[in-house]
């Protein structure tokens, strides 16, 4: 009975949630308020156990308020201005997947496809070898290319992967539209300490934000002061995850299968040696994060910028023994990968694509960001874009020359 | 029948053992040709140095428990400063203050910290360096010693056990007193009781009213702040709330103090070895390194 009488609230909520976002036009939307149902859910769950019958009344009149009050100003009413809407907030992916794009109208889309391209970089299916990092401790014992003997071969998949890490002005957008508060963009058992992530005036955001801002002119630096948990409940809301991390390590190494036995791979997305002026590492630039912008020339053949330096990036996977090819290693606490070197790394040995470092995936650090990736296999086939074809990106550019 | 042979007139060298050459440190005398000073094991490297050069090198002691990370805030420090990217510049002076920012900077590259400083004074590292400040025309000439931790806590229980330890505190212009921060942050408090013995322990060994400690600068030094990031934001705080002692300590008793965090190692995990579980650092990313030293410098330049 009781359990009867959650599901009939929680479906309440949802639907209030759903309803209030996308306007009464458009219930194919619906899909897209779940984060509002799983919200209502777990605060209801929650609740429950303390007061049932006084917080289900509050609850549902709560819902039916939202559902009798107007949207608000700005609040899209409809299909194109949340369209519109999401596009402004690089939710781009959510409107490009099969289940939502048969109800879009063909600009829609092509918008949605013009985004896609302009923002990722595909990195086509291949073979890489992973496990290198442990003989990088002496270069010339690393020298050129690695056969892929001297490591472990995994398949990955073809997927797109963001140009340039996320910056401030784009973690703002998940901010300013309450990602802090969305349960279902979290995962469940960090839920309860999602309250502690919040910047130096106690408002949820990044570490070193203030009062829900991120600071002033620092709009294309990427996104620091952020936990693994939160990384991933931005690219949930985004409609994207962290890449794992094979695919981090290739589209940075972008691997060539030259036979059988041989795989070709960099040592860094320019080449196999060195070149401290294509990254923002210790002693190359002003020890400290800047524009996702600067150091073009550190660029992946992909067309993925910042792989290497400015912030190490959060990866999917567990920093484990096997990640890290070390024998004997412990961690005391569970780690997630991180990747890349950033602004303070100090030798070159660990700002490579093949080096892994762990953190622990609460730390919220100065130097540790993210970029979001998502499966070709996820979206409409129109979207996945032919990696010769630069026709989009090239409209795009010219777009943005003439102030379009 | 006499035969001619070649003798070697050695007695330049006999009037070269007469002549007892002080040791920069302790001073006592040593013969011309030896390495480490007889009394001390301090270099005698640097009283050549002095004599032929005819400069005045200034001393500066980093001090702190075993374990605290003195090697590797020395050679870190050394490093940076001598790759030309800093305000501050750094050039070594001979080939034996290169060894200390040889051996840790490989360590760390390998992805390990540099083995324990040993109790023996004849094999320290010692450092003896050019700064270059920022604003000064002259560079200021300084002495490094890397002492072992249980040395220092050796000679801090036991006075005179450690001479050269003695003398080197009774000379150095300025102290980087290092703790641990990752422990203070845990809830031990044996770093605390070790800061407050030292800081004991150099009031008493020169309490003169102008040149004594009291008057000294004294920057101290959280290491390990990586894993308790709050320490960066406000050293100062930090130590009042993790080490009440030490504050409390320095607050009455040192008139030039400063705190700092430091951190070299941006994450570590441990490692099972055969000498039993160690740990290591999974990457380098020095923060908080230069500026303890920058201020030391300066205070020293000042006097």
């Given at each position: 009975m009781k359990k009867q009488r959650l599901l009939r609230l929680v479906g309440v909520a949802g639907l209030g949630a759903a309803v209030s976002g996308i306007?009464?036009?458009?219930?194919?939307?619906?899909?897209?308020g779940t984060a509002g149902v799983a919200c209502g859910a777990l605060t209801f769950r929650r609740r429950t156990d303390r007061k049932p019958s006084a917080e289900a009344a509050a609850l549902s009149a709560k819902v039916a308020a939202v559902v009798a009050a107007p949207p608000s100003p700005?609040?899209?009413?409809d299909t194109g201005g949340l369209v519109r809407q999401m596009l402004a907030q690089g939710r781009y992916t959510l409107l490009l997947r099969p289940q939502i794009t048969?109800?879009?109208t063909q600009a829609q889309i092509q918008k949605a496809i013009e985004a896609l391209v302009e923002q990722t970089a595909l990195v086509p299916a291949g073979q890489l070898c992973i496990?290198?990092?442990?003989?990088?401790?002496?270069p010339l014992e690393n020298e050129g290319y690695e056969p892929a003997s001297s490591g472990v071969v995994v398949e990955v998949e073809e997927f797109l992967l963001d140009?340039?890490?996320?910056t401030n002005s784009q973690f703002q957008q998940f901010v300013d539209a309450g990602g802090y508060a969305?349960?279902?963009?979290?995962d469940p058992q960090v839920w309860p300490a999602?309250?502690?992530?919040?910047?130096r005036t106690g408002c949820?955001?990044?570490?070193?934000?203030s009062g829900g801002r991120h600071p002033?002119?620092?709009?294309r630096h990427p996104v620091v002061g952020v936990s693994w948990y939160e990384a991933t409940a931005y690219a949930r809301w985004a409609g994207k995850r962290l890449p794992t991390d094979p695919e981090w390590e290739k589209a940075g190494?972008?691997?060539?299968?030259?036979?059988?036995t041989t795989l070709l791979q960099r040592r860094y997305p320019w080449g196999?040696?060195?070149?401290?002026?294509r990254a923002n590492l210790w002693g190359s630039g002003p020890n400290r994060t800047v524009s996702?912008?600067?150091?073009?020339?550190?660029?992946?053949?992909?067309?993925?910028?910042?792989?290497?330096?400015?912030v190490w990036e959060w990866t999917y996977d567990d920093f484990s023994q096997a990640a890290h090819k070390r024998p004997g290693l412990a961690l005391g606490t569970a780690m997630k990968c991180v990747r890349?070197?950033?602004?303070?790394?100090?030798?070159?040995?660990?700002?490579?694509?093949?080096f892994v470092s762990g953190e622990n995936p609460v730390a919220r650090k100065h130097n540790v960001g993210f970029r979001c990736a998502v499966s070709?296999?996820?979206?409409?086939?129109?979207?996945?874009?032919?990696?010769?074809?630069t026709s989009l990106v090239e409209a795009g550019q010219a777009a943005e020359e003439i102030g379009v | 029948m006499t035969k001619d042979t070649a003798v070697t007139l050695d007695s330049y060298r006999l009037a070269q053992y007469a002549v007892q050459v002080p040791c920069y440190i302790c001073e006592q005398g040593n013969t011309f040709?030896?390495?480490?000073?007889?009394?001390?094991?301090?270099?005698?490297a640097l009283a050549h140095q002095a004599n032929t050069q005819k400069v005045f090198s200034s001393m500066l002691a980093t001090i702190g428990p075993?374990?605290?990370?003195k090697t590797v805030y020395l050679g870190m420090l050394m490093d940076m400063l001598s790759r030309?990217?800093?305000?501050l510049q750094l050039l070594a002076r001979?080939?034996?203050?290169?060894n200390l920012q040889q051996a840790a900077t490989q360590a760390l590259a390998r992805g390990e910290f540099p083995d324990k400083t040993p109790n023996?004074?004849?094999r320290w590292n010692w450092v003896h360096c050019q700064v270059q400040l920022p604003r000064h025309r002259k560079p200021v000439e300084l002495i490094m010693p890397d002492m072992a931790g249980e040395a220092i806590l050796e000679e801090v229980d036991h006075?005179?056990?450690f001479h050269v330890v003695r003398q080197m505190l009774l000379k150095c212009g300025g102290v980087l007193l290092m703790v641990d921060a990752a422990r203070l942050h845990a809830g031990s408090l044996d770093q605390d009781y070790f800061s407050m013995k030292l800081l004991s322990y150099l009031i008493e060994l020169d309490n003169h009213p102008k040149r004594g400690w009291q008057n000294r600068p004294l920057a101290l030094v959280f290491t390990k702040a990586d894993d308790c990031e709050a320490c960066f934001d406000d050293p100062a705080s930090f130590a009042k709330r993790y080490s009440p002692g030490l504050w409390r300590h320095c607050q009455e008793r040192f008139r030039h103090h400063q705190f700092f965090a430091a951190g070299v190692s941006g994450a570590c995990a441990s490692c099972n070895t055969p000498d039993g579980r160690q740990r290591v650092p999974l990457r380098i990313e020095p923060r908080g390194i230069i500026e303890p030293f920058e201020w030391l410098v300066e205070q020293i330049g000042r006097r």
């Open positions: 306007g009464l036009d458009a219930p194919w939307l619906a899909c897209l700005g609040e899209p009413v048969a109800n879009l496990g290198l990092a442990g003989k990088e401790s002496d140009r340039y890490p996320v969305q349960a279902a963009l979290w999602v309250v502690d992530f919040v910047d949820p955001g990044p570490r070193f934000w002033h002119g620092e709009e190494s972008w691997p060539l299968q030259l036979s059988d196999d040696l060195m070149e401290r002026e996702v912008d600067e150091y073009e020339g550190g660029v992946s053949p992909g067309g993925v910028h910042q792989l290497i330096g400015n890349g070197g950033a602004f303070d790394t100090y030798f070159d040995v660990q700002a490579t694509c093949q070709t296999a996820d979206l409409v086939a129109a979207a996945r874009p032919d990696p010769l074809d | 040709d030896a390495e480490l000073c007889r009394h001390c094991f301090a270099p005698m075993s374990g605290v990370g030309n990217k800093e305000r001979g080939a034996f203050s290169i023996e004074p004849d006075p005179h056990s």
